[in-house]
């Protein structure tokens, strides 16, 4: 079996909270809670679940701009690690991220041009005419004109801010993308574009993505697997195909039924495949009925597998 481009084994992030307890004692968020997820060459993987079940803090220890309370992240089996200058300009080779806010991710105060060619510099890449060529070049790879360099931010649309921020994070040739929200602050029109040019970057460039959305029709277009988040845990993992149309954790099945439905508007019914079996002796976890309280310590819970490329999480 083949080492995964990239792996996050048993990953905890855990924050401390500004009130105590009335007994005086420190009260924990525990904002992820072991976390194993892997990525594969050449693939999409997207991590799905509601605001504050711990995702996007996933996807920023991933990056390095959150350090883990535990665990590891692997890529290509080696350890990444180090929020030290040298580990994480190594880890910048390895790993870009896409952010949600085109507009907010950029300096208004500088242009194109020099946003892009100052990672060449800071890695001693190519400077100069060299890093103008390689600016121009990037930005006619995702639509944009090579003389769109000399510009500044609020020249351009949304979707064409879009668009830089990808060409930002590709100059060091990246094998791993990190898309946080990357199409919900655009119209829907411009979100297909932006999909569109992700998926040919994706084919033509090898790359691989760890894409963090709420909006499940993007995760079912451009996604290899899905990993659902609930409360800081992975509670259900899978291809897309199997987490669509068998969806069994009570949450998945929640999440996926929020999803608009032309025909039931129309017909007032509905309806979701059903569940995969399960041993009738496990019970789902966590209970729905009730938020967890960041003071208490998480039960031991585990992942079953379902079928080939289908687990879900229960609890003994």
Not at 48 to 66: D, H, I, N, R, Y
Not at 134 to 156: C, K, Q, S, T
Not at 210 to 238: C, K, T
Request: hydrophobic share 40%; charged share 20%.
């Amino acid at each position: 079996m083949s080492t995964p481009l990239l792996e996050i084994r048993n990953l905890d992030v855990h924050f401390s909270l500004p009130r105590k307890t009335i007994f005086g004692q420190k009260r924990i968020l525990r904002a992820v809670q072991g976390v194993n997820l892997t990525l594969n060459e050449g693939e999409c993987l997207s991590i799905v679940g509601e605001s504050g079940c711990g995702k996007s803090t996933t996807a920023l220890t991933v990056m390095g701009l959150q350090e883990p309370t535990s665990g590891e992240i692997l890529f290509e089996g080696k350890p990444i690690t180090g929020a030290d200058a040298p580990g994480r300009k190594e880890r910048a080779r390895i790993a870009q991220m896409v952010f949600q806010d085109p507009y907010a991710s950029l300096n208004p105060r500088q242009t194109i041009g020099n946003m892009l060619s100052a990672q060449l510099a800071l890695h001693e890449i190519a400077s100069g005419s060299e890093a103008n060529e390689r600016v121009g070049e990037m930005l006619v790879r995702v639509g944009l004109l090579p003389d769109h360099a000399n510009r500044y931010p609020h020249e351009f649309s949304g979707g064409q801010r879009q668009r830089i921020g990808i060409a930002r994070a590709l100059m060091l040739n990246p094998k791993i993308l990190v898309l946080d929200e990357p199409v919900s602050a655009l119209d829907v029109s411009i979100q297909a574009q932006i999909i569109n040019l992700l998926l040919d970057l994706q084919e033509t460039l090898g790359l691989s993505y760890i894409m963090i959305s709420h909006d499940l029709s993007v995760v079912e277009h451009v996604s290899d697997r899905v990993a659902v988040m609930y409360f800081g845990r992975v509670v259900e993992e899978g291809d897309w195909h199997s987490i669509f149309s068998r969806p069994t954790h009570p949450y998945t099945r929640r999440l996926i039924g929020s999803v608009p439905d032309p025909d039931a508007i129309l017909t007032g019914a509905r309806k979701l495949p059903p569940a995969a079996p399960i041993p009738d002796a496990m019970r789902f976890s966590p209970d729905l009925s009730r938020q967890p309280n960041p003071d208490e310590t998480p039960e031991p819970s585990t992942l079953v597998a379902i079928g080939d490329s289908h687990h879900v999480r229960l609890a003994q």
